[in-house]
């Protein structure tokens, strides 16, 4: 089984800054693509940020420049992602989802797994 596990949500007043963190953990060969999405109160759930094994990355254009995607490939470091979040405005709350695509074994396909969501909120 694999495990995705977030921290680093909470509130912060507008041109704040937030750093989100995500642990992947459990039997893990290869972890192709990790990424953040978010979910606005009644709204559908949507793409913020990825990176990929190459390190790419990729943005939506509402937070480029403010949000930040990264990896940490430590010998330790577990998989984890993180997105670095400034100039924070009140249109970024949300909950913040992360994602990996990771195989198990050589033999295995690429599978979705998600984190339990963190809530980000922006206000004054």
């Known amino acids: 089984q694999v495990q995705l596990v977030e921290s680093g949500g909470g509130s912060e007043q507008p041109g704040g800054s937030l750093r989100l963190s995500c642990a992947a953990s459990g039997t893990i060969f290869r972890t192709y693509h990790m990424g953040w999405y978010r979910q606005p109160p009644g709204k559908q759930r949507e793409l913020v940020a990825t990176?990929?094994?190459?390190?790419?990355?990729?943005?939506?254009d509402s937070v480029k420049d403010r949000f930040t995607i990264s990896r940490d490939y430590a010998k330790n470091a577990k998989n984890t992602v993180y997105l670095h979040m400034s100039s924070l405005k009140p249109e970024d709350t949300a909950v913040y989802y992360c994602?990996?695509?990771?195989?198990?074994?050589?033999?295995?396909?690429?599978?979705?797994?998600w984190g339990q969501g963190t809530q980000v909120t922006v206000s004054s």
């Open positions: 994602n990996a695509k990771i195989s198990q074994s050589p033999y295995d396909p690429l599978h979705d797994y």
């Open positions: 990176i990929m094994h190459n390190d790419d990355t990729n943005y939506v």
